[in-house]
């Protein structure tokens, strides 16, 4: 999977014009323009061409001229009929000027709620915090609701005020009012850009009055632009008005390139989610499964999210685990069997010896029928011979857990064999074939474990409304994306180029994203619920809680503590289930589960 999408719709920039003085010319070059020139002077470039543009007027000039591409751009899919009035332009010798008056004469008022309420938004705090997501929901409440300019539509968004191409701004009261706003029109670090660099004192604002539309670059202000774009291009995607989606796709990959950082990423992903289900081109899931398991291993690396579902699930077995002597794991996902090193370390050094330890391990059956698993048990092998431990392995290939028999794999009775059933973010997979969760406990029951340990999204992915599901990823993966930025394994500042670990983890999640969002019916697999629908299911199932206890609660956050400082990552104790998250909102749960005393007696 190539990355190329992130760069679809990154508007072209234009090259910037020094901001200092010309040197010195000649006199009778000087004789040339001594009627105009001013303390600033005159470029001699763009003068020798006929154009009269001030050399501290260079970067409002090139600001203008990549608007206007836009603009053009947009209007051209409807026609610049409008163009053909009576309205004189500025000679366009006067090139700043005449930018303007094409600006003002394509682009319709900006909708003064919105710019009211953007302007009172907080720079300091994230895009999605700004926005109650009950607002979220009904984003037609803050566009406007004229007719759309781009098609022939009843509906009521109105495409040019989303972007908010243009805003119009009073003018400054004072000096320090102007230097505030000449500072909110610079473009962020690490933007695509509108804009281009000038060493003007001037800034980038030219005003005649006070209804002088001026290029609308903010980064924070088109943020929250993007979000309610994207909202409400889901809104049309679930009216099946795939005129209006599709328009609104495009106008998210202008805003999205103003974004810099976590922001921009998401946006990307969500847009291409979206183009893929608005234009019918499906994902492929039938990807190389190794090709996944590598993502994975990338992801593991970044953040500290498998390690902790690992750590906190290994504990639930060890615990088990306890007082047998021969103890059996059956991992639903082995992957590269990255959980079980830990494990079978721990058992060695279990007081009286370690315990014999058979692990089966199940995964997908691969593309060039080789026998991944037995690769991944032949050095776990390795390991358990180093260690002291005697170590019995087998790998079962299956397209689906519900595929699955208990008498398959070779359980023994527990007396003589403790068992413990291991999922990690496996089980919703499994929602997506009717009938499939409910065979698999079935199945799980039959096996008599002394412990399921389950680790499982904390969202909700699979309600049946598509506006709800896109409205709870798109606040999830934003706070996933954030933690990955935060986690000290990236370029936040945009200094230094983005680690091999960080780029493959934003594939792993775009690829969820694009599941959850694009996909349908069987097709969609990423059918994340929460701890709360999961133990409601587990309970009816017949399991009981088995509570993690303050001990591993204690040893996660100490994980934590060693993974960049913790910083921004909480462990959270719930019902005797733990909780990761990122600031206040929890990403992933970790729960464990014996059979219930009626059922196991």
Request: aromatic share 6%.
């Amino acid at each position: 999977m190539k990355r190329d999408h992130e760069d679809i719709y990154g508007a072209t920039g234009y090259g910037s014009g020094s901001g200092s003085k010309p040197e010195t010319s000649s006199i009778g070059k000087g004789k040339l323009w001594e009627e105009d020139q001013d303390a600033g002077g005159m470029d001699e470039l763009l003068a020798v061409l006929g154009y009269k543009v001030r050399s501290s007027d260079m970067a409002d000039v090139a600001q203008k001229l990549e608007q206007l591409e836009m603009v053009m751009g947009t209007a051209q899919e409807d026609g610049i009929s409008h163009l053909a009035c009576d309205t004189v332009h500025y000679n366009p010798s006067d090139l700043s000027g005449w930018v303007q008056s094409m600006l003002t004469e394509l682009n319709n008022p900006a909708t003064p709620g919105l710019d009211s309420m953007l302007g009172n938004s907080d720079s300091n705090s994230s895009i999605l915090g700004q926005i109650n997501q009950s607002d979220l929901s009904k984003p037609q409440q803050i566009v406007s609701s004229n007719q759309s300019q781009v098609y022939n539509d009843d509906s009521e968004y109105d495409l040019r005020a989303i972007p908010g191409i243009v805003a119009n701004y009073p003018p400054p009261k004072s000096e320090s009012d102007s230097e505030t706003t000449r500072k909110r029109l610079k473009t962020s670090p690490g933007s695509t850009g509108y804009g281009s660099s000038s060493s003007s004192p001037r800034g980038a604002i030219t005003e005649s009055s006070s209804t002088r539309p001026v290029v609308l670059i903010d980064s924070q202000e088109t943020g929250v632009r993007l979000v309610h774009t994207l909202m409400a291009c889901a809104e049309a995607v679930q009216q099946d008005n795939l005129k209006l989606a599709d328009a609104l796709v495009k106008h998210i990959g202008l805003l999205a390139a103003s974004q810099a950082g976590a922001m921009r990423k998401v946006a990307t992903y969500f847009a291409e989610a979206l183009a893929r289900r608005i234009y019918r081109i499906y994902p492929q899931d039938s990807l190389d499964p190794s090709y996944t398991d590598i993502l994975q291993m990338h992801f593991y690396e970044t953040c500290p999210y498998l390690k902790f579902a690992h750590f906190t699930a290994n504990q639930a077995i060890l615990e088990a685990f306890a007082t047998a002597n021969r103890v059996h794991v059956i991992d639903f996902g082995l992957k590269q069997g990255m959980q079980w090193p830990a494990l079978m370390q721990a058992l060695a050094l279990r007081p009286g010896g370690p315990p014999a330890f058979r692990l089966t391990g199940i995964g997908p059956p691969q593309p060039d029928n080789t026998d991944a698993l037995q690769q991944v048990g032949w050095k776990l092998a390795q390991l358990a011979e180093t260690i002291g431990v005697e170590f019995e392995f087998r790998g079962f290939v299956a397209n689906s857990l519900a595929d699955l028999e208990p008498e398959m794999l070779e359980i023994r009775p527990p007396e003589v064999e403790a068992v413990a059933v291991n999922s990690v973010f496996e089980l919703h997979r499994l929602l997506a074939r009717p009938g499939g969760i409910e065979k698999v406990l079935g199945s799980i029951k039959a096996m008599k474990p002394k412990i399921l340990t389950v680790v499982e999204q904390e969202a909700n992915h699979n309600g049946p409304v598509f506006l709800d599901r896109f409205t709870e990823a798109l606040h999830y993966y934003s706070s996933l994306f954030d933690s990955l930025e935060g986690s000290g394994s990236g370029s936040g500042s945009g200094v230094a180029p983005p680690s091999q670990d960080l780029v493959m983890s934003e594939l792993f999640l775009g690829r969820q994203i694009c599941n959850v969002v694009a996909c349908e019916g069987m097709d969609r697999v990423e059918r994340h619920e929460t701890l709360t629908q999961w133990a409601t299911r587990m309970e009816t199932a017949g399991f009981s809680p088995v509570h993690l206890g303050s001990n591993a609660y204690k040893q996660a956050s100490m994980l934590l503590a060693l993974f960049a400082g913790g910083d921004g990552y909480r462990v959270e104790e719930n019902n005797g289930c733990l909780m990761l998250g990122w600031h206040t909102r929890p990403l992933i749960a970790t729960s464990a589960w014996q059979l219930a005393t009626t059922e196991s007696g």
